[in-house]
C-alpha cells in the first residue's frame, strides 16, 4: 500500500514530532534537519503502518541487471518500488567511488527522489587478511587506535564521509542515512563478531570510534545509526552495547519460518527502544535461505504480516527489509510469476503495509 500525506498532517508531524506514548527523539545535537524529520516520521507511521524494505532492489533481481535505477523485483511484482532500499558498503574504495546511471550513489538518490528511506549496511574485508567479511581472523584490536590497521581503517571512514556528504538532493540537501555497521555482531561468522572474535569492550570502541570519527572528525551529520544483533536463544541484545548516545535505531536480524513464534522477542525489542527514546525495526528479515527453501503456504501473509499487524505491541517496529535477490536459488522477494508473487501482493495490499513514497507531499 502506498500513503498519502496532507500539508497538515505534514505541518503537526513537523511541529510535534512524538505524541502520545511514543518515545521522543535522541540524536546528536547537530544531525541535519531532514535525517531529525526522518527520525520523526519513522516514529509517526510505526503504530499503525510496516514500511517495506529490500537489500539492492534496484541493482538487480532474478533475470535481470540494472541497466539504470527503475526496475525492481518488488516493482514488478506489486507494480510499486519499497519505502525502504538496503544497500552495502563492502569494500569503500570501490564502492563508493563508482558514478554514473548504475552505481550506488545513483540508485540512492534515485529512491530519495521517488520518496524512499536509504539505509546501508557494512560487510567490510578482514583489514587484518584482505580476506572476506567471513574471515574470522581476530582483526576489531588491529582497528582501534594505537592499531596496526587503525590508520587505514580511518581512511576507509574518510571515504565513506566523502560519499556521505556527496549524497544532495536537487536542492543540494543533504540526503539522511540509516547507517547499520558491525551488523549481526554477536554472531561467530563475521570477524567482528563478539566475544567470539574480539571483546565487548574492544567492540563497544570500534562502535563509538566510528560513530565518533564521523560525527565530529568528519561531520557527516545526515545519519542515524542502527544497531541490529542477530536474535539468539540468549538475550544478547546488549552485549557490547556503546550506550544510547552512540545509537538511533534498534534493529533485530532475524531469519525464521515465521514471526508468530517470536512474539516475545519482537515485543521486548519495541519495549526497549520506547523505553530509550529509540526507532525499534526489523532490520533484516526473511525465510532462512531464501524463498527457494521455503515450505510455507503464505510466507509473507501468515508468516510475516498477520503476527506483526495482529499483536498491539509488535506492530510498532518501523519497518522490515528483506535480503536481496541475487538469484533463483538467493532470492526473498518473489518475482511476478514465482509461486509466492501472490502471496506478496496480498501482503502489498494490506492497509498496514507501506510501500513507495513516504516522504513527499502528494
Given at each position: 500500500m502506498s500513503l498519502t500525506f496532507s500539508s497538515t498532517i505534514l505541518c503537526l508531524f513537523i511541529c510535534l514530532g512524538c505524541c502520545g506514548n511514543l518515545p521522543a527523539a535522541r540524536m546528536e545535537p547537530d544531525v541535519t534537519p531532514e535525517t531529525r524529520a526522518l527520525f520523526e516520521?519513522?516514529?509517526?507511521?510505526?503504530?499503525?503502518?510496516?514500511?517495506?524494505?529490500h537489500q539492492h532492489t534496484t541493482e538487480y533481481g532474478?533475470?535481470?541487471?540494472?541497466?539504470?535505477?527503475?526496475?525492481?523485483?518488488?516493482?514488478?511484482?506489486?507494480?510499486?518500488f519499497p519505502s525502504m532500499y538496503g544497500w552495502d558498503f563492502f569494500d569503500p574504495k570501490s564502492t563508493t567511488q563508482e558514478r554514473g546511471g548504475t552505481s550506488m550513489h545513483a540508485h540512492i538518490l534515485a529512491a530519495h527522489n521517488r520518496g524512499g528511506i536509504n539505509t546501508i549496511c557494512w560487510h567490510a574485508p578482514n583489514p587484518v587478511t584482505g580476506g572476506s567479511f567471513y574471515d574470522t581472523t581476530a582483526a576489531v584490536p588491529?582497528?582501534?587506535?594505537?592499531?596496526?590497521?587503525?590508520?587505514?581503517?580511518?581512511?576507509?571512514?574518510?571515504?565513506?564521509?566523502?560519499?556521505?556528504?556527496?549524497?544532495?538532493?536537487?536542492?543540494?540537501?543533504?540526503?539522511?542515512?540509516?547507517?547499520r555497521p558491525w551488523h549481526e555482531h554477536n554472531g561467530n561468522w563475521f570477524w567482528w563478531g563478539t566475544p567470539h572474535h574480539c571483546t565487548p569492550d574492544e567492540?563497544?570502541?570500534?562502535?563509538?570510534?566510528?560513530?565518533?570519527?564521523?560525527?565530529?572528525?568528519?561531520?557527516?551529520?545526515?545519519?542515524?545509526?542502527?544497531?541490529?544483533?542477530?536474535w539468539s536463544l540468549k538475550d544478547e541484545y546488549f552485549l557490547g552495547y556503546p550506550g544510547d548516545a552512540?545509537?538511533?535505531?534498534?534493529?533485530?536480524?532475524?531469519?525464521?519460518?515465521?514471526?508468530?513464534?517470536?512474539?516475545?522477542?519482537?515485543?521486548?525489542?519495541?519495549?526497549?527502544?520506547e523505553e530509550r527514546g529509540k526507532i525499534p525495526a526489523l532490520t533484516e528479515i526473511g525465510y532462512p535461505n531464501g524463498l527457494s527453501k521455503c515450505t510455507r503456504e503464505k510466507p509473507f501473509?501468515?508468516?510475516?504480516?498477520?503476527?506483526?499487524?495482529?499483536?498491539?505491541?509488535?506492530?510498532?517496529?518501523?519497518?522490515?527489509?528483506?535480503?536481496?535477490?541475487?538469484?533463483?536459488?538467493?532470492?526473498?522477494?518473489?518475482?511476478?510469476?514465482?509461486?509466492?508473487?501472490?502471496?506478496?501482493?496480498?501482503?502489498?495490499?494490506?492497509?498496514?503495509?507501506?510501500?513507495?513514497?513516504?516522504?513527499?507531499?502528494?
Open positions: 516520521r519513522l516514529n509517526t507511521l510505526r503504530p499503525d503502518y510496516l514500511l517495506f524494505g532474478i533475470g535481470w541487471k540494472a541497466v539504470d535505477t527503475e526496475d525492481s523485483d518488488v516493482k514488478r511484482t506489486t507494480g510499486e588491529a582497528l582501534l587506535p594505537g592499531g596496526e590497521k587503525h590508520e587505514a581503517f580511518k581512511n576507509d571512514l574518510d571515504t565513506i564521509a566523502t560519499f556521505l556528504h556527496d549524497l544532495r538532493d536537487p536542492s543540494g540537501t543533504l540526503i539522511p542515512i540509516i547507517f567492540f563497544a570502541t570500534l562502535w563509538c570510534f566510528t560513530v565518533d570519527y564521523l560525527r565530529k572528525e568528519k561531520e557527516a551529520h545526515n545519519l542515524l545509526f542502527a544497531w541490529s544483533p542477530n552512540y545509537v538511533d535505531i534498534f534493529g533485530y536480524d532475524l531469519y525464521v519460518p515465521s514471526l508468530a513464534l517470536f512474539l516475545p522477542a519482537l515485543r521486548k525489542l519495541v519495549e526497549r527502544a501473509t501468515e508468516d510475516l504480516l498477520v503476527p506483526l499487524r495482529d499483536d498491539p505491541t509488535a506492530k510498532r517496529v518501523a519497518w522490515i527489509l528483506l535480503w536481496r535477490n541475487g538469484s533463483e536459488d538467493h532470492l526473498w522477494v518473489p518475482p511476478p510469476e514465482h509461486v509466492y508473487a501472490e502471496d506478496f501482493r496480498t501482503f502489498y495490499a494490506d492497509s498496514f503495509t507501506l510501500f513507495g513514497d513516504v516522504l513527499h507531499i502528494q
